[in-house]
């Protein structure tokens, strides 16, 4: 594959997931709104309370949106960025579904609640995930900023539209069905980003590795093979993908493998554990 092409379809895929994150972000506010706009225009008549009355079933929910935006974060860092934004469009969807089947105000509240969790993913994971790799950070969050400000400001519109429509309910069904619907074809996109990573790392390593050769020496220190490898162009960082190559090939040809072309020299013994030629400095992730 021509270097041209991983680069434009990796560029593709950036692009695709930075839609994803926009969307986010508008079904983000519109979410922590809706209430205020059914309560105002429905909801006073058909459960006799007042706005006034109403709208302190709201504030555990924005209470939630802002406290466990710390959670949300501390567990994006410690597992996945990808996966947390996958259970926010999921999370925010079934809650809302949950909250239009709402009978009472104390199942409001509760309701509102859950949407809150789910909303204080976004802008932890959300917006790290927006400035990911990015030189430059303005325009992007720009961008990402006009999407969530437009969730604010259509909220009461499209509430007001949904409700006129097909009752208040409603205005709490259709996002919730299109953000679950979002999170699921956000899954399946990620899944197939990190197989197509896959595939351009493998092809990119090996045109540079050059040719490869087997042999059944072993390392009379640790009892182990010896990996070679060689590269002209100075040392590289191996990642646990090319370990893993590296011994699926050696045990294919039944012996040890030594990756060869003119140049610097580094040597593991065994699959993670390598350090450079003759010093004692370990590789990054060795």
Known sequence: MAAGSITGTSMQRHQVRFFYLNLGHFLDHLFMLVFASVAALRLNSEWGMSYAELIPYATPGFVAFGVCAILAGWVAD?????????????????????????????QIAASLTLIGIFAAIYHPVGLAMVVQGR???GVPLAI????????????????GFLI??????SAFFVPGVISI????SYWVF???DQRAAAVETATSGTA????????????????????LFYHGDGWIDFSEYYFRLAQNL???????????????????????????????????GG
């Open 78 to 106: 410690k597992w996945s960025r990808e996966g947390m934004i996958v259970i926010f469009f999921i999370g925010i969807g079934a809650s809302s579904l949950i909250t239009g089947m709402a009978n009472s105000p104390l």
């Open 135 to 137: 030189a430059r950070t």
């Open 144 to 159: 990402n900023g006009v999407f969530g400000n437009l969730g604010v400001a259509s909220a009461a519109l499209l509430t």
């Open 164 to 169: 006129d429509s097909a009752g208040w309910r």
């Open 181 to 184: 619907l979002l999170g699921i």
């Open 190 to 192: 990620v899944r197939n």
């Open 208 to 227: 540079k590795k050059g040719r490869v050769s087997c042999d059944s020496t072993h390392d009379p220190d640790t009892g182990v093979c010896d990996y």
């Open 250 to 284: 050696c045990r294919a040809a039944g012996g040890c493998c030594r990756f060869s072309d003119p140049g610097g020299l580094v040597r593991f013994p065994g699959i993670f554990a390598g350090r450079y030629g003759t010093t004692g400095d370990w590789l990054p």
